[in-house]
């Protein structure tokens, strides 16, 4: 009797760097082989809720606890698909938060501060944010502060040569607002009134 060959490779590989495939399951993962019963079939349906989760976007280790909790998994059955997730590359907070940061830089023009607190209130740790943070150097602060500023003084009307003390004073406290260091605006406020 001829053997049957066997079926095509799973296509892709993990989400994330090199591949986007959903990952094989090791044994050792939640509802991987080795075991049975309820606690089995509960295990990879949080693993599935958390990958479903993460499909979308990268998330912190927070918010993938939080959303998990949230559905009613157990917290066994959460810290075990967090451990996998984490083991295999899906989850990341350092990755998390360079990538944060740089989206908010790019496309809200966010300063350190207001990404710090987004990035604390996400449970990035505070190590890792400062380390992400000071990959921020003042000129690139400023480059993104200009930006702003201009953004904001089309949106106003306000012209930025020779404006008034009042629309400085607004303009200071929105940048304040986005996350700026008091020194970089009051740098670029001088350079705006040419002083």
Known sequence: MPTKSPGPAEPGGPRGPGGTGKPRRSKGSPGGAGGAGGSEDSGKKALDTALRFLSYRDRSVKEVEERLRHRGFAPGETASSIEFLLEAGYLDDERFARNLAATRTRVKNWGPARIASELYTRGVSREITEEVLSAIDEPS???????????????????????????????????????????????????CRGG
């Open 141 to 191: 602060q400023t480059d993104t502060a200009e930006r702003e500023l201009k953004s904001w003084s089309r949106k106003n009307g306000v012209s930025l040569s020779g404006t008034s003390r009042k629309n400085l004073e607004k303009a200071f406290r929105h940048l304040r607002a986005r996350g700026f260091s008091t020194q970089v605006i009051i740098n670029l406020i001088n350079g």
